[in-house]
């Protein structure tokens, strides 16, 4: 507890004098390292994700009922949902995603961030024992939306975290790490859910995953709390005990605050013109991640032979791509200068080339060519994840940056990835059966969103010329400016770092 202590102070600027040594000391001797704390993060950002993938995985080998398969197949067949009604499970999920962000993100002004994870995890793990177990539709349709709820702290804070900590010359980087576990996670709870289903059925996935999530929430809950800039919630005094004041704060004041706090995040210009173009590329990805098995074995059936090889292979390209695109992203903005503008142009070039080589892969006759420009495609598609992201956090306060990660999980969904697939699969069977050339058509005509996110992300990248970069703003003075509490504003974070972490002093015990 004393070392804890002494950590707690140096991060808020404690001792001024001669206190450098004993501060790295007790840095090197803290829970979490840095570079384990992004390890944390990454391992925790696979399991969460890897349910996308388990979900996408069950339309591919289900088959809804109907006159010539009376009882279906798989989840589809289980719970006598249609590609439509499939389609609004995947909504179910972000339900929750969106109620559970703004919540978690107010929630993180007068509790520890890092709590708020281990609380969420424990609902995921929960609302994934539920699929499991599902009797019904409906009992599915509920615990989708308790998955996401679960889901939606660890999206909102685990990236502001990312950033603090990350070194200065790398903060790119280490985001594109973090995120390019997205992709990763997808693509495995694929290949996870297309090689077990099989033999246990379509259930068996999502209680495995619960037992890997399972253990990630008790060591979070379980391990001191870790700061978060910006927030005196997550400095020393979130060790110990909340004061009265804080255990006393009404409902209606904390939701005044987030009322607050939304209208003062509405204001930075910069961060609308991201979010925007961010919900357009969301609602392609949405897409992608929902239909895009289904889509590949449906028009190349033949190359493909059983719905599980469709899952493996198209899974292994959606690794790849993602793995390779999100690293050139953080490589090229860290290479080229971590600049807003930088950030912004990278996006727009990259969301145009996705589309570009998407729209000739949806072209393709032949299974080869198909997968050459489907990779690139999605390669450049995933180059956007953490230089769009880096902006969200670097457009907006410190303190504001968990309800900015917040509230644009709820704007890129609700109007990104929420309406998109039951679309899709609208217009599927708009016209009665699917057919091979009716999926190719209906992939390309969404794939076009790319271009307006492409257009919108090529505007904010001149508005950011004259934007503010908030990672060279000290948190006293953004503390002044308007938010919260004056009894919730009393840090001194002088002589930190852009990310308002002393590197210099905290830092160098750790081998990054």
């Known amino acids: 507890m004393v070392e804890r202590d002494a950590y707690a102070r140096a991060m808020d600027g404690g001792d001024a004098e001669g206190g450098g040594a004993a501060r790295s000391r007790n840095q090197s001797q803290s829970a979490l390292a840095p570079a384990k704390l992004l390890a944390l993060f990454c391992a925790t950002s696979i399991v969460v994700y890897t349910d996308r993938g388990i979900i996408s995985s069950a339309a591919v080998s289900g088959v809804p009922r109907s006159i010539d398969v009376p009882r279906g197949s798989g989840l589809q067949g289980a719970l006598d949902a249609s590609y439509s009604a499939y389609g609004a499970l995947t909504a179910a999920f972000m339900i929750g995603l969106l109620c559970g962000c703004p919540t978690f993100s107010a929630l993180a002004r007068d509790v520890n961030p890092f709590r708020l994870i281990s609380y969420g995890l424990m609902l995921y793990v929960i609302g994934e024992v539920g699929c499991a177990v599902a009797p019904s539709y409906w009992f599915m349709f509920a615990c989708r939306c308790l998955v996401g709820v679960g889901e939606a702290s660890f999206v909102s804070l685990a990236a502001p975290f990312i950033d603090d900590y990350a070194p200065p010359a790398r903060k790119t980087l280490w985001l594109a790490t973090f995120y390019l576990c997205v992709p990763f996670g997808v693509a495995f709870g694929i290949l996870f859910g297309g090689a077990i289903a099989p033999a246990l059925g379509w259930r068996a996935p999502f209680a495995l995953n619960a037992c890997c999530a399972a253990p990630i929430a008790a060591y979070c809950f379980s391990s001191p709390p870790v700061r978060m800039r910006g927030l005196v919630a997550s400095s020393s005094r979130a060790s110990s005990p909340a004061p009265p004041h804080a255990m006393s704060r009404s409902a209606s004041t904390i939701l005044g605050a987030f009322i607050k706090d939304c209208r003062k995040l509405a204001h930075f210009k910069l961060y609308a013109y991201v979010a925007c173009g961010y919900s357009f590329y969301t609602a392609v990805i949405g897409v992608y991640a929902v239909w895009g098995p289904k889509a590949g074995y449906a028009i190349f059936s033949n190359e493909l032979s059983s719905p599980t090889n469709a899952d493996m292979v198209l899974g292994g390209v959606t690794v790849l791509s993602g793995i390779l695109g999100t690293l050139f992203g953080g490589f090229v903005v860290d290479t080229f200068g971590s600049t807003l503008p930088n950030a912004l142009r990278t996006c727009a070039c990259a969301a145009f080339a996705g589309f570009i080589f998407l729209e000739i892969a949806f072209r393709c006759s032949s299974f080869g060519m198909f997968l050459l420009f489907f990779i690139a495609g999605e390669m ?133």
């Open 380 to 512: 450049f598609a995933f180059v956007l994840q953490a230089p769009i992201n880096a902006v969200v956090l670097w457009s907006v306060e410190p303190r504001l940056r968990p309800l900015a990660c917040g509230m644009t999980t709820v704007i890129i969904h609700l109007f990104g990835d929420v309406p998109t697939p039951p679309l899709f699969g609208h217009f599927l069977e708009r016209r009665g059966s699917p057919t091979p050339e009716r999926w190719r058509a209906v992939c390309a005509g969404f794939t076009l969103l790319l271009v307006v996110s492409a257009c919108i992300l090529g505007g904010a990248s001149v508005v950011a010329k004259t934007a503010v970069d908030y990672r060279r703003v000290d948190d006293d003075a953004d503390d002044d400016d308007g938010g919260g509490d004056d009894d919730d504003n009393d840090d001194d974070d002088d002589g930190m770092s852009d990310s308002g972490i002393d590197h210099a002093r905290l830092m160098p015990q750790y081998s990054l």
